[in-house]
Every structure is written in structure tokens, then in C-alpha cells.
């Protein structure tokens, strides 16, 4: 899906690669590191079957991951809402049902929701009857979105 705040991310990365993109008191990512890690983000979605007329939640507590995860979701045209991952669960769940989200991206596995036991994995549960399953969620491969 075009994006011209994607675009601009990438005209960056070819003209100023190692220049920061992403500066916080601990590190720093590069301009081309961060469009490589959001291209090997959004691929490690697909892969865990992340599909187009989803919506997605993310609950990722470290910035830079946010970052990368959202951007990646961007790029693959899934609509996303941030999801607390400080909130209690049933808070989380509920929100998660309200908006309608149907995937969620968590970077560890105590921010999970719903039952998946392995990082890789969705499990399939009802969040409205009137929208498709909320598949519980799955921490992103660590070395590919966070």
C-alpha cells in the first residue's frame, strides 16, 4: 500500500543510511537499520498470518519496537490501535473487542492476550459476534519486529 510517510522513510535511508532515525538513552537505530527492521517486521507478520481486513493492536512497551511494529503494520495497510501494555488484561480485552481488533502484536509474552501460548502462534476467540474472531495474540518474532 503506497505511503508517502514510507517513502519519505526510505528516501532517508538511500540518502543518509547511517544517519538516527530513532534516538533514546540507550540506543540509537539508524535511518537504514530501522526500514530494514520494519521490512523484516512486516514479513515476520505475514508470516504468522497477519492478512489484509484485519485490524491489529499493538502492546509494545519499548518505543523503538513500537515503532518498528507500526511502521510495519503501515506498510502492510492494516489498520492498528495502540493497546496499553501497562493496563490490566480485562481492560486490554475489552478495548480490544470495542475497536475490533483481530490480531495483536506483543513484544514478550506476559502482554499477550488471550491464551497463545507460543510466540509464534494465534489462537482463535470470539471478541463481537459481528466481527471476525479476535485470534488472541502472539509476541512478534523478537529478532524481526523488536
Do not use: K
Not at 532517508?12 to 538513552?25: G, L
Not at 517486521?41 to 491489529?56: F, Y
Not at 492494516?78 to 493496563?87: F, L, M, T, Y
Not at 479476535?134 to 509476541?139: D, K, L, N, P, Y
Amino acid at each position: 500500500m503506497p505511503s508517502i510517510f514510507l517513502d519519505r522513510l526510505n528516501d532517508h535511508a538511500r540518502r543518509d543510511d547511517s544517519r538516527p532515525a530513532i534516538v533514546q538513552p540507550e540506543t540509537s537505530i539508524a535511518y537504514a537499520e530501522l526500514v530494514a527492521r520494519v521490512d523484516a517486521c512486516a514479513r515476520s507478520l505475514v508470516r504468522q498470518g497477519l492478512r489484509p481486513g484485519e485490524t491489529a493492536g499493538i502492546t509494545v512497551r519499548d518505543e523503538a519496537s513500537h515503532i518498528v511494529a507500526t511502521l510495519a503494520l503501515l506498510a502492510l495497510g492494516i489498520p492498528q490501535v495502540s493497546i496499553g501494555a501497562h493496563d490490566p488484561v480485562p481492560m486490554r480485552r475489552r478495548l480490544a473487542g470495542r475497536v475490533g481488533v483481530t490480531r495483536i502484536v506483543a513484544a514478550v509474552p506476559h502482554d499477550r492476550l488471550e491464551g497463545s501460548t507460543s510466540r509464534s502462534s494465534w489462537r482463535a476467540s470470539r471478541s463481537r459476534p459481528d466481527r471476525p474472531p479476535f485470534r488472541g495474540s502472539a509476541a512478534t518474532e523478537r529478532s524481526r519486529c523488536t
